[in-house]
């Protein structure tokens, strides 16, 4: 059973095109992430959610939401994408602080 | 804020060389580190944490870390690299209180192995 799961696992689009990564666990944690990681292996945090509270990051663009529908799924909505938004983005969930995350296997996104 | 610095971009050994990739933390408070492992195409799987207790923990793979508070360091070691090693290695912190949540990932140090 996967602990993590992201659909799709690869995605190809084109520039100003809408798309949605899904994002669900089956560990029950609290917590859920989206991490961005660039060519170079750069990883940034993106959001979080906490029990109902979605922390965003500020220097995300708001072309980037997030959903959660449950603390089990938390999906990435991806408005208008632009050439700089490939990358490999990363789904974790985490129960508390502290505990290390549990990551899924990435979506590689490539807009064309 | 917290920030994480690894000071090795890429390391290269051979075989059965010792292995020590650095690690600095920037936050005030008390935190809780982390060293993950993303083998080439895979997603990142956790090597070891410290919480508390005994700065040294042991990981997976015969890999360590010796948490210095007062360096703020975490830095890995493993005496003895296998060419199974090669990957990129991301030091990680999650600061505590507040809302200082979210685990923030250094660049990474990529460490090829040569057989």
């Known amino acids: 059973d996967t602990a993590v799961s992201q659909t799709p696992k690869y995605l190809v689009t084109q520039m100003g095109n809408d798309k949605s990564i899904k994002c669900e666990q089956n560990?029950?944690?609290?917590?859920m992430y989206w991490y961005k990681q660039d060519s170079k292996k750069f990883l940034k945090i993106m959001f979080s959610?906490?029990?109902?509270?979605?922390?965003i990051n500020e220097t995300v663009p708001n072309r980037f939401s997030p959903k959660s529908p449950d603390k089990a799924h938390l999906n990435l909505h991806i408005n208008s994408l632009e050439l700089g938004d490939s990358a490999v983005y990363f789904c974790?969930?985490?129960?508390?602080?502290?505990?290390?995350?549990?990551f899924g296997q990435g979506t590689r996104l490539t807009v064309v | 804020a917290q920030s994480v610095s690894q000071h090795n971009h890429h390391v290269i050994l051979s075989e059965a060389a010792s292995l020590e990739l650095g690690c600095n933390y920037s936050?005030?408070?008390?935190?809780?580190l982390f060293w993950y492992v993303q083998y080439p195409g895979q997603h990142l799987q956790l090597l070891l944490k410290?919480?508390?207790?005994?700065?040294l923990v042991k990981g997976i793979k015969g890999f360590e870390a010796e948490f210095i508070k007062s360096k703020f360091s975490f830095n890995l070691r493993k005496p003895s690299v296998q060419w199974s090693d090669t990957a990129e290695y991301f030091c990680?912190?999650?600061?505590?209180?507040?809302?200082?949540?979210?685990?923030?990932f250094g660049k990474g140090t990529k460490l090829s192995v040569k057989p």
């Open positions: 410290y919480f508390s207790g005994d700065p």
């Open positions: 560990l029950g944690h609290d917590t």
């Open positions: 959610y906490n029990n109902k509270e979605l922390i």
């Open positions: 936050y005030g408070g008390t935190v809780n």
């Open positions: 990680a912190v999650m600061g505590l209180g507040g809302s200082q949540g979210n685990l923030i």
């Open positions: 974790a969930s985490s129960q508390g602080v502290g505990t290390g995350a549990f």
